[in-house]
């Protein structure tokens, strides 16, 4: 095996788990006695997710959902590809997103989720990546604001690539590197 | 046409809204995938609605313009997307800045090359699916 030199992760496994602690620490304070939902958007969401839910105290439910694409010459329009297991009537749903960039993805969800009556619907993100904002949701939770690098790892993903990664890398970095 | 004052024009041409992307001539292949992107959100969106007069001759008529690539009713934003060389970016900069100056109230963000390029990877587009000349010049990553 030939040797490379490491890539420096953009954010270590270390440093993104500090930060999770501390938000699901947060998440555990403000959601005290309520019945908290914490809903992702497949496939990146749920890593994110998943660790997430183990910060905050809570006796709290998980959910998953997926929305289809857009792709080079897609016809029609956005969609739930797979939808929520249980009815969110009613209770306290957090959104959990792994980024958020333009926010075209997540003004379609949360325009979904508010049409079946939560109780509140907030909004907890990695990483916010605002540089290229187009619709501007409201982000209660936000782990790191993140400059206009592609950011590969911890369920970001290149071509349905990379979300193993345990650190977060600029793509950039990662192709020099090979 | 002459003007006096700062006043936006409506534009309505042939690019009125509810013309579907096939009917619109767009300037550019990335200003396509753009309103494809919009559309597949469910993002109402204007192609070119309105022109910005920002130089006036000594008689009032209008001797320089700006038309935001696209307006969103729902977000009241304009949106204008540059997937060219710097030289020119320079000069759409001077005027979204003027734009502002002249007309405080509109939102307008610019999209440069490299953004666009970096949403595009995001979906899986290539240059090759855009053909523009010179988003093909466009450099690996995200950024």
């Not at chain 1, 905050?56 to 929520?84: C, E, H, N, W």
């Not at chain 2, 002459?2 to 006043?7: K, L």
């Amino acid at each position: 095996m030939e040797s490379r030199k490491p890539v420096v992760p953009i954010y270590s496994a270390e440093k993104i788990a500090l930060r999770i602690d501390a938000l699901g620490a947060q998440i555990a304070q403000d959601y005290q006695g309520l019945d908290l939902r914490m809903v992702t958007v497949l496939k990146g969401g749920m890593f994110f997710l998943s660790d997430l839910c183990r910060a905050a105290d809570l006796p709290l439910r998980i959910d998953f959902m997926a929305v289809s694409s857009y792709g080079a010459g897609s016809p029609g329009v956005v969609r739930i590809t797979k939808d929520l297991d249980d009815s969110i009537e009613n209770a306290h749903v957090l959104v959990v997103e792994d980024i958020v960039d333009t926010g075209l993805t997540l003004s379609y969800v949360l325009k979904m989720l508010r049409a079946r009556n939560p109780s509140s619907l907030k909004v907890c993100t990695l990483f916010d990546k605002d540089v290229r904002r187009i619709v501007e949701p409201v982000i209660t939770y936000s782990g790191f604001r993140v400059s206009d690098k592609f950011l590969v790892g911890y369920g970001l993903d290149f071509m349905g690539k990379y979300r193993n990664l345990p650190d977060v890398f600029s793509l950039e970095d990662l192709r020099t590197d090979n | 046409m002459s003007f006096t004052m700062t006043q936006p024009i409506s534009q309505s041409a042939d690019n009125e809204p509810g013309r579907s992307i096939e009917q619109i001539k767009f300037a550019h292949p990335s200003e396509r995938i753009a309103a494809e992107i919009l559309e597949f959100y469910q993002i109402r969106w204007e192609y070119e609605p309105t022109v910005f007069p920002l130089e006036w001759d000594g008689n009032g008529n209008v001797v320089a313009s700006f038309s935001p690539d696209f307006y969103l009713p729902d977000l009241d934003l304009y949106i204008e997307l540059t997937t060219m060389s710097q030289k020119l970016v320079t000069k759409k900069n001077r005027k979204v800045r003027r734009v502002r100056e002249l007309y405080p109230d509109i939102n307008i963000k610019i999209f440069y090359q490299r953004d666009f390029r970096n949403l595009l990877m995001k979906y899986g587009i290539t240059p090759e699916h855009i053909g523009g000349g010179e988003f093909i010049e466009a450099e690996n990553g995200r950024g």
